[in-house]
């Protein structure tokens, strides 16, 4: 339990912009899965969605119960984040990413190299305010 509040704190730090970079990584992680492993382009695009739609509904119910406008429930859903919701988020962001991938086949064609330099360089801030501060 001591890891789980440990991360629970640490994921409460975050501000929008970090949390939206957080989300781009799952989607390009998801594109970057579609490159490397070409079966899962047989699936159609509908369906990942639909998937993404499935781990994303909890996360949509859960932003909705927060009073406010999008950008107050946004922060407020950051301030009582949980290694579960990240779960869920991740999910979410790479099934998405698989279904942008069969929609637009030009994503899969890059080489893999370039959608780790776009994570690695997407990661830099989060990575620091997680394990670099206190």
Do not use: D
Not at 28 to 40: E, F, M, R
Not at 105 to 125: D, F, H, N, Q, T
């Amino acid at each position: 339990m001591a890891i789980y509040q440990f991360l629970t704190g640490k994921l409460r730090k975050f501000t929008v912009v970090e949390f939206s970079m957080v989300k781009w990584i799952y989607v390009i992680l998801g594109v970057l899965i579609a490159a490397l492993y070409a079966p899962v382009l047989a699936v159609s695009g509908w369906a990942w969605l639909i998937v993404s739609f499935i781990a994303g509904l909890p996360l949509i119910l859960y932003t909705f119960t927060f009073p406010g406008n999008m950008i107050e429930k946004s922060r407020q859903y950051i301030q009582n984040n949980t290694p579960m919701n990240q779960v869920l988020t991740l999910l979410s962001g790479v099934f998405f990413g698989i279904a942008a991938a069969v929609f637009f086949p030009i994503l899969s064609s890059c080489a893999w190299w370039v959608y780790v330099v776009l994570i690695v360089v997407l990661i830099a801030k989060p990575f620091t305010h997680l394990f670099l501060m206190k």
